[in-house]
């Protein structure tokens, strides 16, 4: 079984920092990339930011500059430091990890159970 929990979303008014944190535990044994989604209401899950077991990053065009991915791999942790907070950032952040639960096995993507993020204006 694995797991991924996500923690620090919140409100927070227009200008503003959070940062979310997501930790994968259980059966692991190795992870690949990781990575940010957010869904607003009404709209589709997009892609935020992705970081690669290397730490090669990407980022959606709208948050370049604002948003930093992180990971310390020794925790097995996924990071989201997002700065200068926009009204339309609003959205429930989930968290995404491609992981292998064993040598031989098929990675697979996982999902946090998602935070909610609500800037104000």
């Known amino acids: 079984q694995v797991q991924l929990v996500e923690s620090g979303g919140g409100l927070v008014q227009a200008g503003g920092s959070l940062r979310l944190s997501c930790a994968a535990s259980?059966?692991?044994?190795?992870?690949?990339?990781m990575g940010w989604y957010r869904q607003a209401p009404g709209k589709q899950r997009e892609l935020v930011a992705a970081?690669?077991?290397?730490?090669?990053?990407n980022y959606k065009d709208s948050v370049k500059g604002r948003f930093t991915i992180s990971r310390d791999n020794a925790k097995n942790t996924v990071y989201l430091q997002m700065n200068s907070l926009k009204p339309e950032d609003t959205a429930v952040y989930y968290c995404?990890?491609?992981?292998?639960?064993?040598?031989?096995?098929?990675?697979?993507?996982?999902w946090g159970q998602g935070t909610q993020v609500t800037v104000s204006s």
């Open positions: 259980g059966s692991i044994f190795s992870i690949n990339a």
């Open positions: 970081i690669t077991s290397v730490g090669i990053t």
């Open positions: 995404n990890a491609n992981i292998a639960q064993s040598m031989g096995f098929r990675a697979r993507d996982y």
